[in-house]
C-alpha cells in the first residue's frame, strides 16, 4: 500500500522552508495545479532575502541589482520540464590534450560566483521533467555535485514542486532514490488562506468569501476537465469582478477560467452580495444593520459575504468600534473568523482598545 504523504496548509510552508533550511534538508512540495506552489517558494525567497538584508534577484526574469554579489539573494526558477539531460550533467567538449571528455556547466545553474552566496532554487515541474532529467539531477539532491565539474553552493536552499499523477499533468517516473533525498509535503489549499491572501492584494472580499463557501472549488478539476477552478483561476475572477460591468459578458469570462458550471455559481453568489447590507450602513447604524437569520434562503452565503466585507480594506482604525459592534451581532465561530482576517489583513488593528477589548471578551480566541 502506498504510504501518505503529510499535509499542510500554503501559510504552513514558510515556517516549514525555513526550518528545513536550517537543517540542510530539501523540501519537496506536491499539490494540484494552480494553487500556488511556485510562487509561495518565491514569495519565501524575497522574505529571506529581507530578513538576511540581502537584494532579491529573480534571476533570468530580471536585471542583476546594482550592489555588489555579495549583497545578493539569487532565485532560480528552473522548469525542469522543459530541460533534457544535457541541461543537467552539461554540453560535452573533447579536452584532447587530456584525452577525455569535459562537461560545460549549465549557466541556469547556481553559481556563488555570480549569482550569490546565497539564494534558493526551486526545481519547478519535477515530476514533468523527464526520467533521465530527474536521475541527472539526484547527483545535486544527494551529493551537491554533477562529476566533476560542478559544486552546487553551500549558501543556497534546494526546493522542488509539482503535481501529483491523479492531476493529469503529465507527470513521468521519479525514482524512489530522489523522493527519499527530500522531506515532501502535499499542499492543499485553504480557503481562510485565500480570502486573506486576495485581501492583502486588493480584492472586495466577495471571490474570498465565496471560496469559503465552496471550499471544494478551491483545488476543483476532474478528470477530463479542461476549465476548472483553483486559486490561480479563483484569483483571476477576482480580478475580472472588479472591471467588468456588464454582467453577460462578465460571466463569459468567468466561464472561460472556471468552468460554465463553477461560474454560474459565483455569479449567483455575487447577486446575493448586492442584496446585503452595504458597509457605510454597518458603520452608520451597527445595532440595526440587517444580518442574515439563521434559516434564511442563502444566510450561510450572506454572512461568510459580510465577514469578508467587514475584514476588508474599507476597516480603518476610525470605524473599527462600528464594526465589532456589527459582528458582534453574529454567530460566535464567524466573529472568530473576522478577528483572524483582521488580524491578518490589518495587523495594526488589531492593537486598537476596540479590537483589544473584543479579543478579551473572547478568551476561546486564540491566533
Excluded at 511556485?38 to 514569495?43: C, D, G, H, P, R
Aim: glycine share 8%.
Amino acid at each position: 500500500m502506498t504510504k501518505s504523504l503529510v499535509t499542510v496548509r500554503p501559510t504552513k510552508v514558510f515556517e516549514i522552508l525555513r526550518d528545513n533550511e536550517e537543517d540542510g534538508i530539501h523540501t519537496f512540495l506536491h499539490g494540484a495545479s494552480g494553487i500556488g506552489k511556485t510562487a509561495i517558494v518565491e514569495q519565501f525567497a524575497k522574505a529571506e532575502a529581507d530578513r538576511l538584508g540581502l537584494s532579491f534577484w529573480h534571476i533570468g526574469l530580471e536585471a542583476q541589482p546594482a550592489v555588489p554579489v555579495a549583497d545578493l539573494y539569487g532565485y532560480i526558477d528552473a522548469r525542469v520540464a522543459t530541460w533534457d539531460a544535457l541541461d543537467v550533467k552539461g554540453a560535452p567538449v573533447a579536452d584532447v590534450e587530456r584525452e577525455v571528455t569535459r562537461f560545460l556547466t549549465n549557466s541556469v545553474l547556481p553559481d556563488a560566483d555570480r549569482h550569490g552566496i546565497r539564494g534558493l532554487v526551486n526545481f519547478d515541474e519535477l515530476p514533468q521533467g523527464v526520467t533521465s532529467v530527474s536521475n541527472a539531477l539526484s547527483q545535486i539532491f544527494l551529493g551537491g555535485h554533477i562529476g566533476d565539474a560542478y559544486t552546487f553552493p553551500k549558501g543556497w536552499q534546494i526546493v522542488a514542486t509539482g503535481n501529483r499523477k491523479c492531476d493529469n499533468a503529465g507527470t513521468n517516473k521519479i525514482g524512489a532514490q530522489t523522493y527519499n533525498r527530500f522531506a515532501n509535503y502535499e499542499v492543499v489549499p485553504h480557503p481562510d488562506d485565500f480570502a486573506q491572501y486576495l485581501a492583502r492584494n486588493g480584492s472586495d472580499g466577495r471571490v474570498g468569501a465565496f471560496a469559503r463557501l465552496k471550499e471544494e472549488l478551491l483545488s476543483g478539476y476532474s478528470r477530463g476537465d479542461i476549465a476548472f477552478s483553483s486559486p490561480r483561476m479563483l484569483e483571476a475572477c477576482d480580478k475580472k469582478i472588479r472591471k467588468i460591468d456588464d454582467g453577460d459578458f462578465l460571466e463569459t469570462q468567468l466561464a472561460a477560467l472556471v468552468s460554465v458550471e463553477v461560474a454560474s455559481e459565483l455569479v449567483g453568489f455575487l447577486k446575493i452580495c448586492t442584496q446585503l447590507t452595504s458597509f457605510s450602513q454597518i458603520v452608520k447604524s451597527p445595532d440595526t444593520a440587517k444580518v442574515p437569520q439563521a434559516g434564511e434562503e442563502s444566510a450561510l452565503a450572506a454572512t461568510f459575504a459580510l465577514i469578508s466585507m467587514c475584514a476588508g480594506k474599507q476597516l480603518t482604525e476610525k470605524n473599527i468600534g462600528a464594526v465589532i459592534t456589527y459582528v458582534e451581532r453574529l454567530p460566535e465561530d464567524f466573529q472568530t473568523t473576522w478577528a483572524l482576517d483582521v488580524i491578518s489583513n490589518h495587523p495594526d488593528l488589531q492593537e486598537t482598545v476596540e479590537f483589544s477589548t473584543w479579543r478579551s471578551k473572547h478568551g476561546s480566541f486564540a491566533v
